[in-house]
T-cell receptor
Framework: GAVVSQHPSWVICKSGTSVKIECRSL??????MFWYRQFPKQSLMLMAT?????????EQGVEKDKFLINHASLTLSTLTVTSAHPEDSSFYIC??????????FGPGTRLTVT | AQKITQTQPGMFVQEKEAVTLDCTYD???????LFWYKQPSSGEMIFLIY??????QNATEGRYSLNFQKARKSANLVISASQLGDSAMYFC?????????????FGTGTRLQVFP
């Protein structure tokens, strides 16, 4: 149980374009999902908390207009990187919260902006 | 503010031996939760074990056990009978929650390498 999928697993896009990443909880309902960013050899950096049916809560320093988060259902949250630039290249990981506040993570999406 | 510290950037252990990965934390909350995650080279974060601050016994999950010492504010992960597949990054995390936030904060991680 507690499986979270993420799509796509990797994506290459041109500078200036937008990219959408999907995060799905496959076998449980997740009212709360999280989006992280991870640079090479570093820990996870929380970007935002996504609550079903309401606006996401962004961490300090994360641009809301650049990283659009939508949590339209109990099993799906999406992150859209708008007008992507090379500095947005990173590993993006989503997670869904379980009953004991543990988080179940997706496999991650590697974004490369050329 | 809550804080998680992992002082070991890297650890080596021989196959079939036990290894302890250190984690200390700092919090003023009386109720908190501690977690350990494994991140292999594929990138996926795998949930390993959870310890609640009021749990009377140390958590165990198969070959993983958590050496929880509340007074010392430490929550070390013990992996018994190491396997080559245990080679990965390991992150300790703590739940941080307040009236307007509920999230996990992560340590910097420890890279474990298991050799034959």
């Amino acid at each position: 149980g507690a499986v979270v999928s993420q799509h796509p697993s990797w994506v290459i896009c041109k500078s200036g374009t937008s990219v959408k990443i999907e995060c799905r909880s496959l076998d449980f309902q997740a009212t709360t999902m999280f989006w992280y960013r991870q640079f090479p050899k570093q820990s996870l950096m929380l970007m935002a908390t996504s609550n079903e049916g309401s606006k996401a809560t962004y961490e300090q320093g994360v641009e809301k207009d650049k990283f659009l988060i939508n949590h339209a259902s109990l099993t799906l949250s999406t992150l859209t990187v708008t007008s992507a630039h090379p500095e947005d290249s990173s590993f993006y990981i989503c997670s869904a919260r379980g009953e004991n506040y543990e988080q179940y993570f997706g496999p991650g999406t590697r974004l490369t902006v050329t | 503010a809550q804080k998680i510290t992992q002082t070991q950037p890297g650890m080596f252990v021989q196959e079939k031996e036990a290894v302890t990965l250190d984690c200390t934390y700092d919090t003023s909350d009386p109720s908190y939760g501690l977690f350990w995650y494994k991140q292999p080279s594929s990138g996926e974060m795998i949930f390993l074990i959870y310890q609640g601050s009021y749990d009377q016994q140390n958590a165990t999950e198969g070959r993983y056990s958590l050496n929880f010492q509340k007074a010392r504010k430490s929550a070390n992960l013990v992996i018994s009978a190491s396997q080559l597949g245990d080679s990965a990054m390991y992150f300790c995390a703590m739940r941080e929650h307040s009236y307007n936030t509920d999230k996990l904060i992560f340590g910097t991680g420890t890279r474990l390498q298991v050799f034959p």
